[in-house]
Structures are given as structure tokens and as C-alpha cells.
């Protein structure tokens, strides 16, 4: 029987909840724009803006054509072949950011909490769970990116009062110690990586029942997300000082300074935990945009038969791409922004020009 | 494929044909029918002393009292035998003067007779006439409303339903004074011909959800229903979720919330379980305690119920990831107790935990169907036995028996039966998990039973309502309850809101 909502059709809640869990619950146990020195937040700040920018411009794309997707967007646009061109390259990217997603999953579980047991198992288990989320709709996962979102930011707010005892204040200075350069080193980094990821959604907006609005819930969530990244950079800079930035994950080693009363302590796996929680809905969105993009680049109507051989595939580039984590992480420094930026900003920016320049035509 | 369940000879050449004129041939063909059944009575009698009639019933199902009372004492002793010879109306003569019984209707068609007569009503023939009577005098023994063994309640109504469909439909009549509630009833089953009433008021239920059930339910082909399980199983959306997806219960004020919430309720005949849908998890955490005591109190023993269910699923293999793989989460006395206690025992943390896991199980199941001396013995070897010895012989550790004895103890606390066996099946996958990859294993565990959760519905409303999809007039109920008088609306399963309690009563 049919459910009491409609099918396949999410509220803006609904996408407001899964981008913030897409964006925040991974970023924040990863080394993003973690540059030299103690100035990291001000890189989170000139990112979080960095990255409204992005939102706002594949925002408006998604509004001048509500039930659409980038895909069919740019087919309306430029034409059968064109538009297949780009559903290819999201597919591509979709499924590139998936396998850099599961590389880096597999990476900090094997650091941090089973060394003894093969990497691929892990990939392996977290792969199928997504698969099975993913094949089972866009509804089902952003359900269970609203149940998630309540231990992110449960977490977020546990952790932040009791870090508040290890908290230094005099870590944030100097300020600009390094100079500007690595600030916007850093800004490039965190626009790109945990906010201009989003850019996928286009692939998602066209379920939701509110086109008209959104703008301001893409928007929010980007902005809410850049908070939560300021305060988790504020947070440990002041915990870890200039440490933070040598960290391959700040967030989980200054989670390791909370001790309450000789009894609450090192209670690490908690962030991990929540970590899980935040790589699978990310997971899940990459696997599902990669083949609903490719699902609309062919022509098929059933996207549901892509995942399968997509994430088997996808498991595979995780395995082979870097040959160890240092190399995944200087590649996630210093190429990934370079290599992101025509699909967060180039496609959706040269889209929404065309749009408005055949509007003034017509 | 029905054909399976059907009879054999008499009733199917009976089933289109009608009564004759004839007694002596009617007379023959329901004696054929009822051939070697001890329990029907016929008896042969005059009208007034003129017209020969036959009466049949089934002994025990009936009111014999009033039947003599109010049919064979008239019947026999009437003596206007001119009003007797008025031809084609005679039987509505003796419907309006003679027959002082409530419900009487007329047929003619023996099959639909037989079933009549099979749901205790008493059967007159009356010679040359082609129609009888049918006079519903229900009676014989059933059990009474007694007070509810399966979910007792320190504060609400103590009574219960029975296994009768009629006493069940007086007692929830009796709470919704409305024209509105509605009841219909089906028939399922091909021998056992069950009752089977829908429970629903009218303009609150959801239209499309009671579409639904009747069409589920009329589909249903089966030779007999015994319970109510038989028709849940035959009308659920998946059946091989551990998660129920309707509520089953005895206790009438249960039902009545229920429909008042606009679910609908279905009762079988010779069943005190009534099931009612949609259901949502929130909803199988919740008790009528939640809403008869005052709001602080209920929030609490709310959030300890969560609590609990949460325990019941996870502390063991929680346990058992923390013993294996993260030892550092573990305070450092603590740790060292514990260790202490595990020096001796052989066994790895996993096969402890499935080891005493399953024997509680064992035990609970074992004791389920004991009469009740036995019981004690059952509680006594439970306790001393596994508890004390096997931790004393060192085949497990002690605070292995603490961590199943909480597990079941937690598991107990969930306020639906039925609900609680998800918990009690999924622990075991859920510590298997710890045991093969720790913390990341009950995280993976948990993820899949919320992709699960996610998936599910019941009766079309989705499993998680009103927490994901998020509806917030809906969480007012869910986790938490508000005051009663801020809780403005119903539950909006089907996305529509009516009023409930209007605005503006604080006290």
C-alpha cells in the first residue's frame, strides 16, 4: 500500500538534515584545513563563506528548474549529448568521492581500532550497508539522517562541555603566525572538501516537495555546518595548540584529554562511533547520486540496478588508489580542491549562465 | 484451490437449493446434513395444536430457558387456530404475536440456514411454508470479563477482553458512546467461519487505511482461524521483520486510545488479543500508565523504558566489545576487577555471553508453559544453579551473570510482549557483531537496523513516524509527552490534522 506520504519525495527538512549530517559528522574527525599554525579557524571561516558560494550557485540552478536534476538540467540546456557528458563526469565524481570516502573510513578504523583485521573486511561490511540504504531510496536514507543527526550533535555538545576543562585560550595566538597563504590554503581545502562536496545534492534536490524554497535550506545547512566546523576548530586549537595541525585526526586526539572524575575517560570509540555514522550517510548519498546520475546519463529509469555493480567497483578504486594514508592525505590537501572545483563551481556556474541567458533570450 | 477446505457431499448440494413446502422433505434434508452430529436437537411440534413444526438448534450454544419460555410455551399453547389458517402470512403473524425473542429474521436458503444454525440460533419449520424462521437466543457458557493476566497496571481499568466477539464489541462500545465508531464484521475461515470485526470511527481513521484492511482481510483463505495471530500474520506488510507492525492486546482502554488516535482495531471471534494498526516503534514503547499518571512521572518512566530497550539490546555485546577490543574505555579498577574475574574462565568474552544468552532464553521459554509448582523448581535451578555454580565452577564469569541478568531484566521492562521479541532475537546478531569487530560491528549492527526501522511501515505510515519522517506536532507523544492539554491534534499518520483538544485549557 501506498505510504501516507508520497513516494520518492522528501521534505526540506529532509535534505536540510542529510546535508548537515553528510557535511559535519565525517569533516570533523578528518584533518581538514588543518594548514601550519594556530590559525585554522580563520581557514573555517573564510571556507564556510567559500563554501555558501558554491551552494548558492548549484542552489539557484536547482531552482530555475525545480524536478530536475543536473543531468537532465544540462541536457535541457546543451543538448542530448552534452547532457550526457556531465551526467558521466558526476557519475565519475560521485563515485570518485565514494572511494575516498570508503579509503578514508577503512584508514582511521584500521589506525585506530582494529589493527589486526584486513582492511577489506571493513570496506566490505560498510559498502554493503550503504548499498542496501542506497537501493532502498531516498527516503529511507534521509530517515536515517534525521535518526543520525541526533548523536551528531548530541556528541558535538557532550564533547565541547567536556573539553571545556582542557580548553587554553592563549593556543589561538599569534594569530596569522604563518601568513595568509596557508590560511587560504586551509579555506580552499575546507570549502571544497567537507562543504563543496554537496554540490552532489543536485542529484537529490529534485525530490523534495518545496523547490521554491531550497535555496535558503541548502544555504542553512552549508552555514550551520560551518559553524559546527568553526567551533570544532576553535575547540581543538585551544585543546592541542599548534599540535592540531599536526594531527592526522585532531578531533579524535583531543577527545582523548576528557576525563571526568578518573571515571569518564578515554571514551574515544564515542567519536568514532558517530564518525561511522557520518562516512555511511556520506557513503550512501555518493553511491546513490553515482547512480542515479548514471541511471539518468543512459537513459534507464531504474536506478536501483547500478548500485551493486558501482559499489563493487567503487570498493575496488578505494583499495588501489593510494598506496597509504599519508599519500591519501597529501592528495586530499593539495589536488582534490584542484581537482573538485569544475564540479562545484565550473559545470553548475557555466549551467546556470546558460539558463539565464537563454531566459533573456526567450 | 478453496476447494480444499470445503466439505463434502451434503453441504455442497445443499448450498443453492431452498426449502420446499413440504415438512416431512425439509425434515429429511437437514437430518441428512446433520447426520451423526449428537450435539444438534430436533424437535417436532403443533402450533396451537393444528400446524406441524419442527424446531432445531445446536444443544449448548443457545438459551434453552428462554427458548421454552418464549417460543415452545406460546407456540404450543396459542388457540386462535382461525388466525392460524391465514395462509403466506402466518409466519408474520407469529413473528408479531407469538415469538418474544428479539432477533428474528426469515430464510429460505438451506445453506445460509445451516450457518445460522451453527452460530447458535434456534431454526423453526412450519409445514407447508417455504420460508422458516430464524431466532437468534444466543447462549451457553463463555468466560467472563475478568481482570487482564498478560499486562496487569497499577493505575487504568482492570478489565479485559474475553474470547466472545460480542463481549469484546460491548466493552469498547461502552467507552466510545459515538454513532461514529464503527463495526463491521467479516467471516474467515471455511470451517471454522470466525468473526471478524474491523474497529474503526468514522471520519478519524484514515479512509484508505480501512480499504485496506477489509480488502486484506476478505482475501484471506484459510480453513480456520484460531487466533488473532492468524489474521495479523495474513495482513502484515513484511513477515520477516523482527518488528511487529500492530499492536496486540487484552486491555480494552488500549484499544479505545487506539481508535481514538484514529487506528483501527480488529477483533476475532474466540480470541481475547485484539490487533490494531498502524503502529509505530514509539508507540510499542509506550503504556496507558504514560498518560493516566501526571506528566513529570510519565516522562521519566518513559525515558527509563528507552533506556532499558536500548540496554536490553546492546549491553551484552557492549560488554563484549569492551572486554575484547576496547579495554581502554574501561576504568582502570574496573578493568582490573573484571579482568580478575575472567582469570579462570576458559571461554573467550563472545562464547560467554552467547553461552549464558542462551541459557537464559532457555530458561524464560522453559518456564512459559510450566504449571505453576513446577515453576518454582525452574526459578530455583535458573538462579542457584547457573547463576552461583557456573560462576563458582568457573565456567563463567561473574560479571558475565550481572550483564545477562540487567539484559533481562531491561528486556522485561518493554511494555509490549510482542515487541520486546525483537530485542530478544537481534541481541544475538548484535553480540556476534561485537565479538568479530568490536564497536565498529554493534555500529554496523545499529546501522542496519535503522536502515531497516527506516524501511518499514505499517499499514503504509512509516515505522519511525513521527521521528523520521519528522513531524513535530507528532513528538509531542514520542520520546517525551507534553501536558495533555498542549497535545492539540492527533497523530497525523496519514499527514492530516484534526483537532483533538482544543487550545487554551491550562489549568
Known amino acids: 500500500m501506498k505510504s501516507s506520504g508520497q513516494n520518492n519525495v522528501i521534505s526540506n527538512t529532509e535534505l536540510w538534515t542529510l546535508m548537515f549530517v553528510f557535511m559535519t559528522a565525517s569533516s570533523m574527525s578528518l584533518p581538514v584545513g588543518y594548514t601550519k599554525g594556530h590559525d585554522s579557524w580563520i581557514s573555517a571561516v573564510i571556507g564556510t563563506l567559500g563554501g555558501l558560494c558554491i551552494g548558492w550557485v548549484y542552489a539557484m540552478l536547482c531552482r530555475a528548474y525545480p524536478q530536475k536534476s543536473v543531468v537532465q538540467i544540462a541536457q535541457t540546456l546543451l543538448g542530448a549529448w552534452t547532457g550526457k557528458a556531465v551526467g558521466l563526469l558526476y557519475t565519475c565524481y560521485g563515485f570518485q568521492l565514494g572511494a575516498y570516502v570508503l579509503r578514508n573510513f577503512e584508514d582511521l578504523t584500521s589506525t585506530v581500532l582494529l589493527p589486526r583485521t584486513p582492511g577489506v573486511v571493513i570496506s566490505v561490511i560498510m559498502i554493503s550497508i550503504s548499498a542496501w540504504a542506497a537501493y532502498q531510496g531516498i527516503e529511507v536514507i534521509c530517515r536515517c539522517a534525521l535518526i543520525l543527526m541526533l548523536f551528531v550533535v548530541l556528541q558535538s555538545i557532550l564533547f565541547t562541555v567536556l573539553l571545556m576543562p582542557d580548553m587554553m585560550p592563549g593556543n589561538l595566538f599569534p594569530v596569522l603566525e604563518a601568513g595568509w597563504r596557508s590560511v587560504f590554503d586551509g579555506a580552499a581545502q575546507i570549502a571544497t572538501f567537507p562543504l563543496g562536496e554537496t554540490v552532489l545534492f543536485v542529484m537529490i534536490i529534485p525530490f523534495v516537495n518545496r523547490a521554491a524554497r531550497v535555496k535558503k535550506t541548502v544555504l542553512s545547512a552549508i552555514g550551520m555546518s560551518g559553524v559546527f566546523l568553526i567551533v570544532s576548530h576553535f575547540i581543538n586549537i585551544m585543546v592541542l595548540g599548534e599540535l592540531a595541525s599536526k594531527q592526522i585526526l585532531p578531533a579524535y586526539t583531543s577527545s582523548m584529554y576528557i576525563s571526568v572524575g578518573d571515571f569518564f575517560e578515554r571514551i574515544e570509540p564515542i567519536v568514532f562511533t558517530v564518525w561511522v555514522f557520518g562516512e555511511f550517510t556520506k557513503l550512501t548519498v555518493c553511491l546513490f547520486a553515482a547512480s542515479l546520475a548514471l541511471a539518468q546519463t543512459v537513459g534507464s529509469r531504474n536506478y536501483r540496478i547500478y548500485i551493486v555493480p558501482l559499489g563493487l567497483a567503487l570498493l575496488e578504486l578505494s583499495m588501489f588508489l593510494h598506496p597509504n594514508q599519508l599519500d591519501v592525505i597529501a592528495f586530499q590537501k593539495h589536488i582534490w580542491p584542484w581537482l573538485s572545483a569544475p564540479f562545484q563551481l565550473l559545470i553548475p556556474l557555466v549551467l546556470l549562465l546558460c539558463s539565464l541567458f537563454r531566459r533573456r533570450i526567450d | ?507
Open chain 2, 1 to 507: 484451490m478453496s476447494k480444499v477446505y470445503q466439505d463434502k457431499a451434503p453441504t455442497n448440494d445443499a448450498k443453492s437449493s431452498v426449502l420446499t413446502s413440504s415438512l416431512e422433505e425439509n425434515e429429511a434434508v437437514f437430518k441428512n446434513l446433520f447426520h451423526s452430529c449428537s450435539d444438534v436437537v430436533f424437535r417436532s411440534f403443533q402450533i396451537g395444536g393444528q400446524k406441524n413444526a419442527l424446531l432445531f438448534y445446536i444443544d449448548g450454544l443457545i438459551d434453552e430457558k428462554q427458548l421454552d419460555e418464549s417460543l415452545l410455551k406460546p407456540l404450543m399453547l396459542s388457540s386462535s387456530p382461525e388466525q392460524l389458517d391465514a395462509g403466506q402470512d402466518l409466519l408474520t403473524f407469529l413473528q408479531n404475536q407469538f415469538i418474544s425473542v428479539s432477533q428474528v429474521k426469515r430464510a429460505s436458503n438451506i445453506s445460509s440456514i445451516v450457518l445460522d444454525v451453527l452460530k447458535s440460533s434456534i431454526v423453526i419449520l412450519i409445514a407447508d411454508q417455504t420460508e422458516g424462521l430464524i431466532l437468534n437466543v444466543p447462549g451457553g457458557k463463555t468466560r467472563s470479563v475478568e481482570q487482564t493476566s498478560s499486562e496487569t497496571t497499577i493505575r487504568g481499568p482492570r478489565d479485559s477482553f474475553t474470547e466472545s466477539i460480542r463481549t469484546n464489541t460491548s466493552l469498547i462500545r461502552r467507552r466510545i458512546r459515538s454513532a461514529r465508531l464503527k463495526i463491521e464484521t467479516l467471516t474467515v475461515g471455511e470451517l471454522t467461519q470466525t468473526d471478524v470485526a474491523i474497529a474503526y470511527i468514522e471520519d478519524i481513521a484514515n479512509e484508505a487505511v480501512i480499504q485496506e484492511v477489509r480488502s486484506r482481510i476478505r482475501n484471506i483463505k484459510i480453513d480456520g482461524v484460531l487466533e488473532s495471530g492468524y489474521i495479523e500474520q495474513f495482513i502484515e506488510e513484511r513477515s520477516f521483520s523482527p518488528f511487529p507492525q500492530y499492536l496486540v492486546t487484552e486491555r480494552p482502554d488500549y484499544v479505545v486510545s487506539a481508535l481514538l488516535e484514529g487506528r483501527v482495531a480488529i477483533l476475532t471471534d474466540g480470541s481475547p488479543f485484539i490487533i490494531s494498526g498502524p503502529m509505530t516503534f514509539w508507540g510499542f514503547l509506550q503504556a496507558g500508565e504514560d498518560y493516566y499518571d501526571r506528566v513529570l512521572f510519565a516522562n521519566l518512566i518513559r525515558f527509563i523504558r528507552l533506556v532499558l530497550t536500548m540496554v536490553a539490546l546492546f549491553l551484552p555485546s557492549i560488554y563484549v566489545a569492551l572486554t575484547t577490543f576496547h579495554q581502554q574505555m574501561i576504568p582502570t579498577k574496573l578493568l582490573l576487577s573484571v579482568s580478575a574475574a575472567r582469570e579462570g574462565v576458559p571461554f573467550p568474552a563472545l562464547v560467554e555471553a552467547l553461552l549464558m544468552e542462551s541459557t537464559f532464553e532457555g530458561l524464560r521459554e522453559a518456564g512459559v508453559r510450566l504449571p505453576k509448582q513446577v515453576g518454582q523448581a525452574v526459578s530455583i535451578v535458573g538462579g542457584l544453579v547457573v547463576g552461583q555454580a557456573a560462576v563458582q565452577a568457573g565456567i563463567v564469569s561473574a560479571p558475565m551473570v550481572i550483564v545477562v541478568s540487567l539484559t533481562g531484566i531491561a528486556s522485561f521492562a518493554i511494555p509490549r510482549y510482542n515487541f520486546s521479541f525483537a530485542f530478544r532475537i537481534l541481541r544475538f546478531p548484535m553480540i556476534l557483531l561485537a565479538g568479530m569487530f568490536g564497536l565498529y560491528g554493534i555500529t554496523a549492527g545499529f546501522l542496519c537496523l535503522l536502515i531497516h526501522l527506516s524501511g518499514l511501515k505499517s499499514l503504509g505510515v512509516p515505522y519511525l513516524f513521527p521521528t523520521a519522517p519528522v513531524n513535530f506536532q507528532g513528538l509531542k507523544d514520542s520520546i517525551f509527552r507534553a501536558p495533555l492539554w498542549t497535545m492539540h491534534f492527533r497523530p497525523q499518520l496519514d499527514g492530516k490534522r484534526s483537532t483533538r483538544i482544543p487550545k487554551g485549557q491550562e489549568p
